[in-house]
């Protein structure tokens, strides 16, 4: 049995437009090789010859994304001689082909079917590699989509907290923390431990009335499975890496008398050297 039931062969210069349908397979449970989702597995090897035994061995399908760029650069090169010589000696359709342009790729047939990547989306490449890998379209629970998220270390957060489980994601990487809330009143919210990424939440003192006048972060109580902060309160989050993020609540709107909108307003601040003392961090105050 393959590692994978499918790896992504592509160009930097298409990489976002590629996470977004690796996010989308990944959503679906269909195991995926992105180069990203392995960066600590990846740590240390030899990529050419990691890459060589995923591409010729480890794989069910290749979704090959072509480009000028991706005939061009090295590494997509790299990939490609590994991928077409397990073509070879396969029956089934193993190199499953979308078009940024029209760049002839060495070594593929001219007469080998493909989609333009500019009439889909990569939600709807992501079901429809679902669907050729046998993966039924809704066999996921969709609450099971992927949150929405902000990799920044440091940025102002508004999102629907009545969607998507009340979950958020910012950071990424070891640096990644998957926030969990949902509603509690007009002036505060409830805040979860949930997330596998997190290891606990705890609510700053009151006294700290911005970030950066956030210290010892891990002196406090991170025991309890849920906080409530109010607005204008500083939520601590301990990811399971060991490194902390800092989430001040701005505003909040529950959804009450007539609204649906469960709005959660937030600025945040992710420590990337592993300190749990924010009062460095000027931009905070």
Known sequence: MNKYEVALSFAGEQRHYVEEVARGLQSRGIAVFYDEFEKVSLWGKSL???????????????????SRDYVQKAWPRHERR???????????????????????????????????????????????????????RFAAKASDVPPPRMTSLTGEVVFDYGSHNGRFV????????????????????????????????ALAPRDCVSIGKVVDAQL????????????????????????????QILGIKHGGRGDDNY??????VIQ??????????????
């Open 263 to 268: 709005e959660l307003r937030f600025r945040y």
């Open 272 to 285: 990337s050297d592993g300190s749990d003392d924010f009062t460095s961090l000027s931009t905070s105050n």
């Open 220 to 247: 406090l109580d991170f025991t309890s499975r849920s906080r409530t902060p109010q607005i204008g309160q500083i939520v601590m989050f301990r990811n399971t890496k060991g490194f902390y993020a800092a989430v």
């Open 170 to 201: 910012i950071g990424r990487d070891v640096l990644e923390f998957e926030t969990k809330w949902s509603r509690a009143s007009n002036t505060s919210i409830y805040v979860y431990n949930d997330p596998p990424s997190i290891n606990g939440v």
């Open 48 to 66: 050419t010859e990691e890459f060589h035994r995923i591409f010729e061995n480890d794989a069910g399908r290749v979704v090959m994304f072509i």
């Open 82 to 136: 590994s991928v077409l010589s397990k073509a070879v000696h396969e029956s089934t359709e193993y190199v499953l082909p979308v078009r940024f342009d029209d760049t002839k790729v060495p070594g593929l047939p001219t007469d080998v079917s493909y989609l333009p990547a500019e009439e889909y989306s990569p939600s709807e490449l992501a079901a429809m590699i679902g669907e050729k890998l046998g993966v039924t």
